[in-house]
């Protein structure tokens, strides 16, 4: 037989600490609160780092440029006042570049010159003078288009700069800001572009400053928050445990434990509360105990006292039932009636003490392998005069192999007479017994469980009776007279009986579509139950009309 594999079970460090997490007020409280304070920081965080770096950035690009334009300025300057316009070009441009790239190189950034412009070439392709240690490839191909245009101003755009060892190679990568203009030589009228080459490390600086600062201020802001949540929530959480400590004992019994109570605050003041519930608690309960105790020590008492002069009304009820031939028919129909009722009063009796029992904790389980097989054709055998009386055909269905349990016999046997009995006495549904009804007593059982249940076809259980029918003395139609002789105490004490042994005993029904009962017992005494052997709905019961 195919079994269904069993759900993979959580590691035992991650199960603790979900039931952890579960349980805990305090560890809800600090978690959640961290959290929050988490998000705040770093939204504050993150905007007072983009403010910081937008103003930074800002204060260089106005530098920057404004330093680009006086360069700019002073190389115009220079070319105009240069004597002997009509001088060589090559020779004016290598000075005029020489000049700006040393001024670069004594400044801290780089320069790169390119031109003249209308050739079409890129700095790419080469034709350039750049400052030693700066690329030619940082100038971004956006501003060389800039300037292809006609009438092009200044421009400057972020960018990275490479920086280069003398062998040309690129040894370094860093963000930078570059800045173009344009010179022109008075010599041949040729335009040239200028691009200066400014890093941004001092800045990049500051700005890692700026975020380990805020990144250190954020993790103690949240020690700091954790710590103070965690001593704030404490001071309430702890006295709620005390409570719920408290409680506990109170629960198991102890009714003698209270709450200390410090100070006047709200706390102190729910203690006093707690302590005043506690004691109006104890003293009620002992009152209950003790009309408890005295009601099950009259009802024992009354039970005890009745048994002699029962004993004496049933020696004379005995002897007047034997001699009922010879009487007339109304004496002799007077000692039948006087002979069922002391049968009736005798089951009576014995029902009451034990109930009294039950209710004293004094019922004791004498539990041995019993099997639930045997059960049912034992109590069939002993209720079949009874069922043939009622016009009611008895029928089991039980595997051919035991249906073992661990069980006290004596009680299972009540259990089931009780269930039988009580579905003989509903059998027919109209109340009439001209015709044939038929009760089904099923048995299975399983790894876990054993069960039995009994099935009729009479007339039902309204809603809401499953549960009441269990109840001592409690009849569906009072007016209905108890056929089987029962006492009204036989379904209370099948539950007490199943409730010794760790089991359930549930009820079904429908008005006109009969009930079931079902008694399921665990295979071991004090084992657990988490299903039963056989449906508590019957599979020939008809869908609810909706």
């Known amino acids: 037989m195919l079994r269904a594999r069993a759900p993979r079970r959580l590691p035992g460090a991650l199960r603790r600490g979900l039931t952890f997490w579960r349980r805990s007020i305090l560890a809800r409280v600090v978690a959640s609160t961290v959290i929050l304070t988490a998000l705040v920081i770093a939204g504050v965080g993150w905007l007072l780092l983009q403010q910081t770096r937008d103003g930074l950035l800002d204060d260089r690009v106005a530098a920057v440029t404004r330093e680009a334009a006086d360069e700019v300025r002073e190389a115009n300057g220079r070319l105009v006042s240069a004597p002997g316009q009509d001088s060589d070009a090559s020779e004016q441009r290598r000075d005029i570049t020489d000049l700006i790239i040393g001024r670069g190189s004594t400044r801290g950034y780089g320069v790169v010159v390119a031109g003249p412009t209308g050739g079409g070439a890129r700095i790419a392709e080469g034709g350039t003078e750049s400052s030693a240690d700066f690329s030619p490839s940082s100038v971004p191909l956006s501003l060389e288009r800039h300037f292809e245009r006609s009438g092009a101003t200044s421009a400057w755009t972020f960018t990275t700069i490479?920086?280069?060892?003398?062998?040309?190679?690129?040894?370094?990568?860093?963000?930078?800001?570059?800045?173009?203009?344009?010179?022109?030589?008075?010599?041949?009228?040729?335009?040239?572009?200028?691009?200066?080459?400014?890093?941004?490390?001092?800045?990049?600086?500051?700005?890692?400053?700026?975020?380990?600062?805020?990144?250190?201020?954020?993790?103690?802001?949240?020690?700091?928050?954790?710590?103070?949540?965690?001593?704030?929530?404490?001071?309430?959480?702890?006295?709620?445990?005390?409570?719920?400590?408290?409680?506990?004992?109170?629960?198991?019994?102890?009714?003698?434990?209270?709450?200390?109570?410090?100070?006047?605050?709200?706390?102190?003041?729910?203690?006093t509360s707690f302590n005043q519930m506690a004691s109006n608690l104890q003293r009620q309960i002992r009152q209950l105990e003790e009309l408890s105790r005295v009601q099950r020590r009259f009802v024992s008492d009354v039970s005890h006292e009745l048994r002699t002069p029962l004993t004496t009304v049933r020696m004379a009820g005995d002897v007047l039932h034997d001699a009922r031939r010879d009487f007339d028919p109304v004496t002799a129909r007077a000692a039948e009636l006087l002979q069922g009722e002391l049968d009736r009063f005798e089951t009576l009796l014995v029902d009451l003490l034990e109930i009294s029992r039950f209710d004293a904790g004094a019922a004791v389980l004498e539990a041995d392998d019993v099997n639930l097989v045997d059960v049912a054709h034992r109590v069939v055998d002993t209720t079949r005069a009874l069922a043939e009386q009622r016009n009611v055909r008895l029928e089991i269905e039980a595997p051919d192999h035991p249906c073992l349990a661990e069980a006290d016999v004596r009680r299972v046997e009540r259990v089931v007479r009780n269930l039988v009995t009580n579905a003989i006495d509903h059998a027919h549904a109209d109340g009439e017994r001209t015709t044939t009804a038929r009760v089904l007593i099923r048995v299975a059982g399983d790894e876990q469980a054993a069960a039995i249940a009994v099935r009729d076809y009479g007339v039902g259980l309204a809603p809401g009776e499953s549960a009441m029918v269990f109840n001592r003395f409690w009849r569906a139609d009072p007016a209905r007279a108890r056929t089987s002789g029962g006492t009204g105490l036989g379904l209370s004490i099948s539950m007490e009986d199943t409730h010794l042994h760790g089991g359930w005993l549930q009820a079904w029904g429908r008005p006109g579509e009969g009930s079931q009962f079902r008694l399921t017992l665990p295979r071991r005494v004090a084992g657990s139950l988490r299903q039963s052997p056989l449906p508590l709905v019957p599979d020939d019961a008809p869908e609810p009309v909706r």
């Open 162 to 271: 490479a920086r280069t060892d003398g062998d040309d190679t690129v040894v370094s990568h860093e963000p930078g800001i570059v800045v173009g203009s344009q010179v022109t030589l008075p010599s041949d009228g040729s335009t040239y572009n200028v691009y200066f080459l400014f890093p941004l490390k001092e800045q990049q600086d500051t700005i890692g400053l700026v975020t380990r600062t805020l990144l250190t201020a954020g993790v103690l802001m949240l020690l700091l928050v954790a710590g103070v949540s965690w001593l704030v929530t404490r001071q309430v959480v702890t006295p709620v445990r005390m409570a719920r400590q408290v409680a506990e004992r109170l629960a198991a019994g102890r009714l003698q434990e209270r709450l200390r109570v410090t100070g006047e605050d709200d706390l102190a003041r729910l203690a």
